[in-house]
């Protein structure tokens, strides 16, 4: 029953037959006369700017009266479309409406060339959380002015720049979701996708992303060139993905925040392409001839595209991009597998280095400053390899002793997949070395080479990662293993001239015997000192102890026996002035000039000078 009133107000006293539905008459015609409204309204709003030039969104307050007056000529289209499919006004309201979706796609399209700077990937990215989500015309008139405000409040405390972008932002989403339910989706969609498309395209050719780089194309590329493009492409990959991509995906969502269809098709459209071209290029470079050499460049474009896996799959998670994470998944895939197989041909090459001729003066050879470079550098990748090599285990090949890898009680020992396979190769390489140490005449050399060069690989594992990840348990091991090389140096290559010193110099024998100890020492000490001037020993603190552990041998027993049989008072004896060559001092200053490498750094006297050295 109507309410008391009612009747009287809107209505002539209505008739017996008419009871049942008082309202309905008066009602359709109530919803009609909205309805013309909505449609006048609409009419005054629209034509006013149909020829006009400006841009209708330089007015805030004349863009939300255009939005709302196309939303209520939508609500009016609907009406007379179930109610009254044949009026006129329906007729006049679709003119009015293509009207107003013309005048909407050329802003549509103003505000996405003129804001160009401001909708860049970057700003939209960074500023993303400050992006208002409310739609302009979805808000009611009540509503309008506590909304304005609030925009003015959060807009005054953004920067210019910042404000210029979420206005932008506003505006495109408004114009969007009018001409979407309008029914304009094609219209709004295009522009829109070829207007970004053509930036991200850009964007990406200005980074450095080359576009049309076949397999084929890069298998011919010569290593040096190829080499410029991963530098460049490491450089770009992670703008790309977390700004460029990522601005544009916020960007979409914001745009088309009313539907997640029509967003998602989007996106796709405009990054699909460039993103494909992107993750594309390392799969390709993995798939290219496997050398030692190219295993850093791979290991970068391994890392960067795992490094930025978590973004790529948040950015492209739509099913309709998911070629895009095929193709970063591929790219790792086959990149772990190109390092593997160039991490086993490095250990074939150690093995099949065919050098033939020994480094002069016993120095370091070639083939260990290849390789500890090789493997030091290896070490950075740590992380990287850990990946690689997950959940392949690696067996220490019968040839090689446990005890090298540690005991597995030790805490100290190598284990991890990594740790194991770098040692390896370490080992692989040393056990070269000792076949070139066989290659030198001199038994004392070989030594003193292999001194050298373990001194020099201890010294780089020290220096790099490589200290941490085989540990300090291999570290002193091998530093021992260096003293004993050493040692055994020493013994060969000066013992001729510590045989030639009395065992007791300081028991009480004849003139003869004196004469031939020193007749002796002269004649060894001057073969090894003449032989032994050309030799190197390249580290300072291995070469220091050398030296002072020859002083520490020779040195005492001479002293003794010279101050006995050689010093002052036996000067009166005649022969003293030829046969004692030599003093302890003399001995010191001689081993200083050792294991330089050069025979110019001094000579043994030859002549009976009682002591010194000729320059």
């Known amino acids: 029953m109507p309410r008391k009133g009612t009747s009287t107000v809107f209505f002539k006293s209505p008739s017996p037959t008419r009871m049942t539905h008082p309202s309905s008459p008066l009602h359709h015609t109530f919803s009609e006369s909205l309805m013309e409204e909505n449609i006048e309204l609409a009419d005054f709003s629209i034509t006013k700017w149909e020829t006009d030039v400006a841009s209708l969104f330089s007015d805030k307050e004349e863009a939300t009266q255009y939005l709302v007056s196309i939303k209520g000529l939508q609500k009016a289209m609907q009406y007379l479309a179930f109610h009254h499919p044949s009026s006129d006004k329906l007729g006049r309201a679709q003119i009015l409406m293509q009207t107003a979706m013309k005048r909407l796609e050329k802003e549509f399209y103003q505000i996405l060339k003129s804001n160009r700077a401001y909708l860049d990937p970057e700003s939209v990215s960074a500023h993303s959380s400050s992006i208002p989500s409310v739609s302009r015309s979805s808000i009611s008139d009540f509503e309008e002015e506590d909304f304005e405000n609030e925009l003015r409040d959060e807009h005054d405390s953004i920067p210019e720049v910042e404000r210029m972008s979420l206005a932008a932002l506003a505006d495109l989403r408004d114009i969007a979701e009018a001409m979407i339910s309008a ?184 083939l260990t400053r290849y390789v500890m470079n090789y493997v030091s550098f290896l070490a950075d990748y740590n992380g990287i390899l850990s990946d690689i090599f997950a959940d392949r285990p690696f067996t220490i090949p019968s040839a090689l002793p446990e005890s090298y890898f540690g005991s597995p009680d030790q805490e100290e020992s190598i284990s ?136 520490r041998r020779i040195a005492p027993i001479y002293k003794e026996f010279y101050e006995i049989y050689g010093g002052v008072q036996a000067r009166k004896e005649f022969w003293v002035e030829s046969l004692v060559r030599y003093t302890p001092d003399d001995l010191g200053n001689y081993w200083s000039d050792l294991f330089y490498g050069s025979r110019s750094s001094g000579s043994v006297s030859s002549s009976s000078s009682g002591g010194g050295r000729s320059r």
């Not at 410029?228 to 601005?247: D, E, N, P, R």
């Not at 772990?336 to 490095?346: L, N, Q, Y």
């Not at 300081?506 to 001037?533: G, L, P």
Request: charged content about 25%.
């Open 416 to 551: 991890s997949p990594v740790s194991v396979r770098l040692a390896w190769l370490v080992f692989v390489m040393l056990c070269k070395l000792d076949g070139n140490a066989a290659m030198y005449k001199d038994a004392a050399l070989s030594y003193l080479f292999l001194a050298n060069n373990l001194q020099y690989v201890v010294g780089k594992v020290r220096q790099s990662n490589l200290n941490f990840l085989l540990g300090d348990d291999w570290v002193i091991k091998h530093e021992q293993k260096v003293k004993q090389y050493a040692a055994n140096y020493e013994r060969i290559g000066w013992n001729k001239v510590l045989a030639s010193l009395p065992e007791n110099p300081t028991a009480e024998i004849s003139t003869d015997q004196v004469k031939d100890h020193f007749r002796k020492f002269n004649s060894a000490f001057e073969e090894a000192y003449m032989k032994q001037c050309s030799w190197v020993v390249p580290d300072p603190r291995l070469r220091d102890y050398i030296k002072i552990s020859l002083a």
């Open 183 to 366: 029914g304009y989706v094609k219209e709004c969609t295009k522009i829109y996708k070829t207007i970004r498309k053509s930036i991200v395209d850009e964007a990406l050719y200005h980074i450095g992303v080359e576009r049309g780089m076949s397999l084929q194309q890069i298998q011919k590329t010569e290593w040096e060139v190829l080499e410029v493009k991963i530098k460049t492409w490491l450089s770009a990959v992670k703008m790309a993905v977390k700004t460029l991509f990522y601005g544009e995906r916020i960007l979409c969502d914001q745009v088309f925040s009313i539907s997640a269809p029509i967003m998602e098709s989007c996106f796709t459209e405009i990054s699909k392409e460039g993103a494909l071209t992107l993750f594309g290029f390392p799969e390709n470079v993995a798939k290219c001839k496997k050398t030692p050499e190219k295993m850093f460049r791979v290991l970068d474009l391994y890392e960067a595209v795992s490094n930025l896996w978590p973004e790529i799959e948040s950015i492209f998670s739509f099913e309709s991009t998911s070629a895009v994470r095929s193709t970063a998944v591929n790219s790792l895939i086959n990149l772990g597998d190109a390092v593997r197989t160039m991490f086993t041909d490095f250990k074939t090459a150690i093995q099949k280095d065919s050098t033939k001729t020994t480094v002069p003066g016993g120095g370091i050879h070639p």
